[in-house]
């Protein structure tokens, strides 16, 4: 026994395990592990395009939508492309309303002059911070030169006569022409203003019509199809439930094994397994940033649930005939890992085309599951290559 | 443990066979209730900030958003599940519900986004099982043992289909989920059957499936155990962690189903072929 657990102890495998176990342990500690937006609180605002665009359109809508959450002070905002005609934004610890609001204008400014356009978002050269007096708002930008001499060619003789400023088909502001541009001057600096009832809401207001003319206008209609949120108050009791689940599962686990097996010196050994697994694709997260949610918990599970499968067919196949010559039992421990590799590529294989849609969609539909998927995946293969060939060596050389 | 194989295995593969087609008549004649994620609607979950039951709330929420398909879900003490008919903007709901109750989580789905996520279910449920039986033919390259194993998989996708028809069991992205963990993970034990009953050379057919079951038998009890902790769990400490709670629900049949196809379906199937070769 005493020379079969140094035998074991210098094995390169569990040296690899060890130290593989400590990295995890240290980018856990250091890194942390990044929650999912379903943990630590947060929204995913679906969105679609009215008809499907070519690669080209779709960037710029994602930077269009970018840009103006950022103007907006949304930080931690992830904004991606799904398909040709999906955009998925991800936002942590945001009302998903604000975001809906500002997400949802197209952002197309027009200024009209006898009912003819004359300047559009494309002619806005930069746009400079609110002012606001009272409830009153003005939002001042400047135009090309380009746009100001169309304007001074279209408003020549009309003075007085108004300028009708549009934002999305809504009009926000009819300021009368002026003298000066009356008199063909061209004039770049102009602005829109408004008024509303409270300071509070003029500042709001200012702000959005800031950042509308800011980032440009969306080159097609979006519509806003799924908005998933979750409060952080509710993100942190499904952590603990999940951590609660977890511990109640692994007793439920450790009751089967000890009825089944009688002894703790084989319990024991699956137990530590199960947690290198653990540690290991928590590790793994952490230094990927993959997000751990709900579904990758499942996964995790999942992943888990097939590590102590894998444990018991070793432990079978070891324990399976009494005193078995050493080169039968290899041959036994081989065929539990055709049985253990077999197994890893059935649920790999079912898991694909889960990962695939994930990987190229987003969390849209089906894609919500992709930490499922990769999780899954992720344990298996770090279970089949790395921990349960450990649990094989340990079972070889200090049962067996 | 002792087991002993009775001798008229081949009259047992009609159970799960008859539990099998049942399901499958469950599921044609009840069929499948979809979850917000498919079908569209918004469903929200709420702190009440004041006391009130459930047709107060109900009300409430209809009057001030003007609509009619509105359902509270449950309600314990001052938190409540609501779920409504159509797609209404967050901000809408939130400021709609201001004073009475705080929103703790909200999900809304468009029914063109609920359509397209029916259609990506249909292709990667298909794809799983395909590239699943794949695996398992390039496993044994040899042709009834491995259609034994994907028609004892088949089984359990239906009897866990069947089985969420009767408990009511939405059809959702988790419950899918679960269904597509199921296509990998129920042929675990038939994997180690097959392998248990062609590769070993030792000791006769009975005396090797005897074996096998053992081992299957403590691999199927384990995962059913952890997956009913899980769903106790989340049932009654976090009913909001739905996705949790349906994952478990449908392993817990699907591998429980897993049991008898695998034991009286798949072994009889074996025996009935390892005899008729020898």
Redesign the interface.
Known sequence: MRKGISRFIREPRTIILIILVMISLAAISTLGIPQGLDLKGG?II?I?LEKPVDPATMNTITSVLDKRLNIFGVKDVKVRASGNQNVIIEIAGV????V??IVGSPGKFEAKIDNKTVLTGADIVSVQSPIIRGNQWEVPFRISPDGAKRFAEAAEGKAGAPVDMYLDDRLITSPEISPDVAAGKPVTDVAITGAESTRESAELKAKEVETLLKSGSLPVKV?????????A??GG??T???I??GL??????I???IA?YRTPVLVLPIFFTTLAELILILGVAAIIRWNID??A??GI??AI??G??DQ??IT?EVL?EEKVKRRRRMFRIR?AF??IF??A??????????AY?GFS?GA??????AG??FT?VLGVLIGVFITRPVYAKFMEYIIG | MKIKLPESYKLLIIIPLIITISSLGILLSHGLEESVDLKGGSIAELTLEKRMDQTELKTIIQEKLKIKDVNVVSMKGNEATVQMGSDIQVDEFTRALEGTAKVKSYRSVGPILGKEAMKQIYWTVGFAFLFMSITVLITFRNLIPSLAVIMAAASDIIIALGGMSLFKIPLSLASIGAILMLIGYSVDTDILLTTRLLKQRKGKITERAIGAIKTGLTMSGSAIASMSALYIVTVFIIPEAEVLSNIAAVLIIGLSADILTTWLMNLGILRWYLEAKS
């Not at chain 1, 009302?95 to 604000?98: A, M, R, V, W």
């Not at chain 1, 519509?223 to 409060?231: D, M």
């Not at chain 1, 849209?364 to 599951?369: A, D, R, V, Y």
């Open positions: 929204s679906q679609q009302k998903p309303e604000e809906a609001r519509k806003i199809v799924g908005v998933s949120s979750v409060s108050e509710l009791e499904f603990k439930g999940a609660i689940a109640i599962a692994i007793i439920a686990i009751i089967i094994l089944r709900l579904a918990i499942a599970l999942a649930g097939t102590v499968d018991i067919i079978d399976g065929e055709f049985i077999a197994s590529g059935t649920l790999i294989a079912a898991m694909l085309p889960l849609v969609r849209t539909g089906i894609g919500m599951l499922f998927a899954t």
